[in-house]
């Protein structure tokens, strides 16, 4: 996996996480089948640019910790896994995340906006499949002036037949 950065990968992720922050409750037909998972649809030009997410919140208060975020918008149509954890985390860090125990991988925040702090990561088929096979997805991440870091499990059960509902 590899993480990569350009201007269209910022438009498309602020446009996702801007309709995140908007609508995290919006009714889809994916949500309709897997309440995990949801789908999420923005216009990038004419063209509908369409992801499959998955919001962790904190409770009491339904406070948003990170979204996690799958579709086919990488280069060429590949997957695209963006993460995006709440303003004030520790930058310099990155985020780390794994699937079942296994090594996890840490990758850099690209940006910050008003909808929270971004990675975005560029996926292989193989790496796509991994995640359509795991069971949980593990996503780590400090907070600034935190001295233990938040570990934060994204369940990946629905996420196959979701994706399904927005492949190209």
């Known amino acids: 996996m590899e993480a990569r950065l350009s201007s269209r990968t910022l438009l498309v992720g602020a446009l996702f ?11 889809s037909a994916a949500a309709a089948e897997n309440p995990l998972w949801g789908r999420q649809c923005a216009k990038n ?7 499959v997410q998955q919001f962790v919140t904190a409770q009491p208060g339904d406070r948003q910790l990170l979204l996690a ?6 280069p060429n149509g590949s997957p695209r896994l963006i993460l995006a954890a709440p303003l004030g985390v520790l930058l310099t860090k990155g985020v780390s995340f794994g699937i079942d125990g ?3 991988l840490t990758v850099p925040f690209e940006t910050c ?4 702090c971004l990675s975005i990561i560029d996926m292989d088929k193989a790496a796509l499949d991994r995640f359509r096979k795991g069971n949980v997805l593990t996503v780590r991440y ?16 629905g996420l196959n037949a979701a994706l399904k509902s927005i492949a190209p």
Not at 17 to 27: E, I, K, T
Not at 45 to 51: P, Q, R, S
Not at 145 to 155: H, I, N
Request: charged share 25%; glycine share 14%.
């Open 142 to 157: 400090y907070l600034a002036g935190e001295e233990k870091p938040l570990d934060l499990p994204v369940k990946l059960e």
């Open 113 to 116: 906006n008003s909808g929270g």
């Open 17 to 27: 996480c801007a309709l995140a922050v908007l609508s995290p409750g919006s009714p």
């Open 69 to 74: 975020q799958l579709g086919y918008h990488g």
């Open 45 to 51: 030009g004419k063209k509908d640019v369409c992801a």
């Open 102 to 104: 296994k090594k996890p």
